[in-house]
Nanobody
Framework: QVQLVESGGGLVQAGGSLRLSCAAS????????MGWYRQAPGKQRELVAT???????NYADSVKGRFTISRDNAKRTSSLQMNSLKPEDTAGYFC???????????????WGQGTQVTVSS
């Protein structure tokens, strides 16, 4: 079993900052890419940022220059530093990870339960 647990969401005023964290646990041989997605009410889940095991990051255009994704491979965690937050960033934020559970298994994408970020104007 693999679990991903997010933390760090909350309510913040526009222009403020929040830091989200995601911790993976369970039977894990290797984690390839990790990512953050978000979903606002009535909208589809969208990519926010991803990061490879080597540290290469990719961002949605809407968050470039404001958000920074990072990871700690030894601790099996990823983080999303969110600065200059806007009301349109309000959403449930979900982390995911491409996990290989043993050397003979294929990669499988696991998701966390989500954490709410609300940005007031």
């Amino acid at each position: 079993q693999v679990q991903l647990v997010e933390s760090g969401g909350g309510l913040v005023q526009a222009g403020g900052s929040l830091r989200l964290s995601c911790a993976a646990s369970g039977t894990i041989f290797r984690i390839n890419a990790m990512g953050w997605y978000r979903q606002a009410p009535g909208k589809q889940r969208e990519l926010v940022a991803t990061i490879t095991s080597g540290g290469t990051a990719n961002y949605a255009d809407s968050v470039k220059g404001r958000f920074t994704i990072s990871r700690d491979n030894a601790k099996r965690t990823s983080s999303l530093q969110m600065n200059s937050l806007k009301p349109e960033d309000t959403a449930g934020y979900f982390c995911n990870a491409e996990v290989i559970t043993d050397r003979y298994s294929t990669e499988y994408v696991h998701w966390g339960q989500g954490t709410q970020v609300t940005v007031s104007s």
